[in-house]
């Protein structure tokens, strides 16, 4: 037989020993093998430490602020007070509407305003986990 072909035995055998390796795509970096496994110790020694570079780290970052409003002697001469702006102090549950008025809105035309306005007071009770219900003709606010 003649040989007019190209040998390509040492392509086929280096293509079966990369099929072999473990693939990765090419946007992943290449990660270290262990020679021996860590111990606990070893593992609670370096969470202890990262905990307490945290610590360290935040306590300067952070600000503390005065939630309290000033309010100008002027003003308050004319009978403006300063409200609270402390989170836990505002009620989730408030709603724009009363209920009765969101469940008859509700039930507008699609073209009203009214109707607009009570699909986002119920909106918002839905995202403070409650919800509306009628029972024997009283509205009652039900929590999810």
């Known amino acids: 037989m003649s040989s007019n072909y190209t040998p390509i035995d040492d392509i086929v055998e280096a293509f079966l020993d990369k099929k072999n390796e473990m693939s ?25 430490i990262k905990e307490q570079d945290v610590v360290s780290d935040e306590s300067s970052y952070i600000e503390v602020k005065r939630n309290d409003i000033e309010v100008d002697d002027e003003l308050q001469q004319h009978g403006v007070q300063p409200t609270s702006t402390d989170p836990q102090e505002i009620d989730p549950t408030a709603s724009l509407l009363a209920d009765e008025k ?27 986990h409650y919800t509306l219900k009628v029972v024997r003709g009283k509205v009652m606010r039900v929590k999810k």
């Open 102 to 128: 969101i469940v008859k809105g509700l039930h507008a035309p699609i073209s009203s305003s009214l109707r607009w306005l009570a699909t986002l007071a119920l909106y918002l009770l839905q995202r403070s």
């Open 24 to 48: 990765r795509p090419i946007e992943t970096e290449p990660f270290a093998t262990l020679s021996e496994p860590l111990s606990l110790d070893e593992v609670k020694e370096v969470e202890e």
